[in-house]
Every structure is written in structure tokens, then in C-alpha cells.
């Protein structure tokens, strides 16, 4: 057996040289299995990139109806082509699996993975949900979106619908509506009194304060309902919505503004399981899919509801009718009253209002200046314009 140390053995080159292969043979080793591993985790994530997923939505409209149905339909179009066919949502109309009525519970027990409709059909429920589609005299489209997405609403939103296991999205927006369809005239407060009219949420409290009587009609019933005699009168969206359905085949007189729903938020409801389930970038894809929707529906109402008003009133003879000044009063002080009575009874609708309104004092404050104040400035010089001789 040799003897003596390393250095009497084998001269400091040769030392060197081992050394160096030792470290080379080991670091050849740690690459090839870092590289194992890095194979075996690319492999992982292909794998996951190409796993499916299919959803079922479901609606508070007809199938196909335009307009507010568009939404949905929408939605899950955008949602198979950016995610190229791993993500697959199947939309269904009111009554094809459950009634209209019955979307929040369906997506809330995960009957289903989804659902479109509006969010005052559930105050019922949850009584903070009438400030996520209208409130009287409230905000319009442009300021609830503004709300909504960088003045806290949205989280508001889902805080108080995280209880019934719902991640909730705004979905789409009419803009301001019409006020409704009535079979006889509005001249006074005292016609309101009695009156029986189809028209949810908030707004149908404040209907009722007024001396009228709110009835709650899902939209594929409510053609007959007035028909009948059921109800007097309904509101439903405006012009393009209200064209398709042939309300003006049963109803003689058409009012505007919508002061009970100046910007009518929808929303897209989706079971918190069924969006975690999803990996990141399919998530983000529903997010982004849901923004594009929203928007989309605003743009599409604003580009037809003047040449479906038109056909109305030139083709089919409707009566257009401007609610008098005495009217839309009394149901603002209506409002008031109601709107107290559900910030005292509920707390989150209490926490909800005090968002809401702080955006809203702003919005319109700004709105003097800008909107506004360019409306009626354009309204001047174009009036005038067509006054001059």
C-alpha cells in the first residue's frame, strides 16, 4: 500500500487534473438531471395547457334573444377562440334547464358552471344586489363601469356574493332606458295610483311608494301579460330590446327617461369551484372574455336604439310620451325613503351604499363640466344653427 500524503504521492499538476475531472464528471451529472426535471415540468405544464373544459351557462333570457341574450352568446365565443377550444361554454336560454328565475341558485349549488342575468332579480337574497344593475336616478353606464373597475365596486360585489360560493362579473349594459309602456296616459301622480306594472328591483319598491303595484314577470312572459290585462303597463329595456318583443302591438304609449334604470348593469354569474379549477391563463381569459362582452352590448344598444325607435313611432305609430316633471318628483322622494329603509334593514347594502354614493357625488359633480355641459352645448349651437334663417 503507498504511503504518504497526496502531495508525496502525486505532483501538484496531476492533483489539479483529477480535481477538474471530478468536478466536470459531477457537474455533467447535476445537468443532465436538472434537465430531467425541467423536461419532466414542461411536460406537466403542456399537459395542463391541453387539458378541457366545458361549461354550461345559464340565462334569465330567451335563447338568441338580441340585444341582452347577445351577451351570453358573446361571451362564450370570445372565451373558445382565445382559449382555442380549452374552454368551451355552452349557453342556455330561460327554461332549457332551469327558469329564469332560478340562475343565481343553479350557479350558486354548481348545477352549472355559469349564468347571465341581472343582479336586482336576487335582492331577495341578497338586498345589496340592486346597486349592481340600477338604482333610481342613480349612476348611468359610463359611471357604473368607472365604479365598477377603479372605484371599488366590483370587490364590493363579490364580498357580498361570496356567501352563495359566486364570482361575479359585469356582464354587459343597455344605457339608459325607456320608461316603460303604458295603455293609458301619464298626465298626473294620481295615474300612477293602482296601476299594475311589470318592473323589478329597487325601481318596483319605488313604484309601489308611489301608489302604483310592482309585479315581477320574467321577459318571456311578458308580451301576453300585457296583452291580458294581467299588468297595465312594463318596462323592459328600450327601443331595440322593446322592438323584437312587439310590445308596441300591445301597448299604445311609449315613456321616457328611464329614471329607474339609467344604466342597467347585467351580469355574468360563475361558481367559484368552477373558475378555480381553471389554470391561470384560462382564468385570466373568462376575466378579459367578461370586459370585452360588457362592453360590446353598450356599443351594440347605443348603435340601434335610434333606428328601432324610429321604426316604432313612424311605422307602427306609437305614441312617444315625455313622464311629466310632477311624476318623475314624486317617485325621486319615493326613492329616497325606499333607499333609507334598505341601508337601515342591511348592512352590506349599507356598506354597498356608501360606495356607491361617494362615486356617484363625484361622477356627477365632474359630469356638470364635462358631459353634460357638452351635451347641452352642442344641443346651443346645432338648435341654433337650425333656427337660422
Do not use: C
Not at 352568446?73 to 332549457?96: C, D, K, P, Q
Not at 342575468?117 to 337574497?125: D, E, H, M, P, R
Not at 307602427?316 to 334598505?342: K, S, Y
Amino acid at each position: 500500500m503507498p504511503t504518504g500524503s497526496l502531495e508525496q504521492r502525486y505532483s501538484p499538476l496531476i492533483i489539479l487534473l483529477l480535481v477538474a475531472a471530478l468536478v466536470a464528471v459531477t457537474g455533467l451529472w447535476a445537468t443532465d438531471r436538472a434537465g430531467s426535471v425541467d423536461a419532466a415540468s414542461e411536460q406537466a405544464v403542456e399537459a395542463g395547457s391541453q387539458q378541457q373544459f366545458h361549461w354550461k351557462m345559464v340565462t334569465t333570457w330567451p335563447k338568441n334573444f338580441p340585444g341582452l341574450g347577445a351577451g351570453p352568446e358573446n361571451f362564450a365565443r370570445y372565451v373558445n377562440e382565445m382559449s382555442n377550444g380549452r374552454l368551451t361554454v355552452r349557453v342556455y336560454g330561460a327554461g332549457e334547464i332551469v327558469p329564469a328565475f332560478e340562475v343565481f341558485d343553479a350557479v350558486s349549488q354548481g348545477v352549472v358552471d355559469a349564468g347571465h342575468g341581472a343582479a336586482y332579480y336576487w335582492k331577495g337574497k341578497i338586498p345589496a344586489s340592486v346597486f349592481f344593475t340600477a338604482v333610481p336616478f342613480g349612476m348611468n353606464a359610463q359611471e357604473l363601469n368607472g365604479w365598477l373597475h377603479y372605484g371599488g365596486g366590483l370587490e364590493l360585489w363579490r364580498e357580498a356574493y361570496a356567501p352563495a360560493n359566486i364570482i361575479p362579473f359585469a356582464g354587459g349594459n343597455s344605457g339608459v332606458q325607456m320608461a316603460g309602456w303604458f295603455n293609458k296616459e301619464i298626465n298626473t301622480v294620481d295615474d300612477l295610483k293602482g296601476l299594475k306594472m311589470r318592473i323589478p328591483g329597487l325601481a318596483g319598491e319605488v313604484f309601489a311608494a308611489a301608489g302604483g303595484t310592482a309585479v315581477r314577470i320574467p321577459g318571456g312572459e311578458l308580451y301576453t301579460s300585457l296583452q291580458t290585462g294581467v299588468i297595465d303597463a312594463l318596462e323592459w329595456v328600450g327601443p331595440y330590446n322593446d322592438l323584437a318583443f312587439g310590445f308596441h302591438e300591445v301597448a299604445k304609449y311609449y315613456y321616457y327617461p328611464g329614471w329607474h334604470e339609467p344604466g342597467s348593469m347585467l351580469e355574468l354569474i360563475v361558481n367559484e369551484q368552477s373558475f378555480t379549477a381553471l389554470p391561470d391563463d384560462l382564468q385570466a381569459i373568462v376575466t378579459y372574455a367578461a370586459r370585452a362582452a360588457n362592453q360590446d352590448m353598450l356599443d351594440e344598444f347605443t348603435a340601434r336604439n335610434n333606428a328601432a325607435l324610429q321604426e316604432l313611432v313612424e311605422k307602427h305609430g306609437v305614441e312617444l310620451r315625455r313622464l311629466p316633471d310632477e311624476v318623475l318628483l314624486a317617485l325621486w322622494r319615493a326613492n329616497e325613503v325606499v333607499m333609507q329603509e334598505l341601508i337601515d334593514k342591511d348592512p352590506m347594502a349599507a356598506k354597498v351604499y356608501a360606495s356607491f354614493k361617494s362615486f356617484y357625488d363625484g361622477a356627477r359633480a365632474y359630469h356638470h363640466i364635462s358631459e353634460q355641459a357638452y351635451i347641452n352645448a352642442r344641443d346651443v349651437v346645432l338648435d341654433s344653427e337650425l333656427e337660422a334663417p
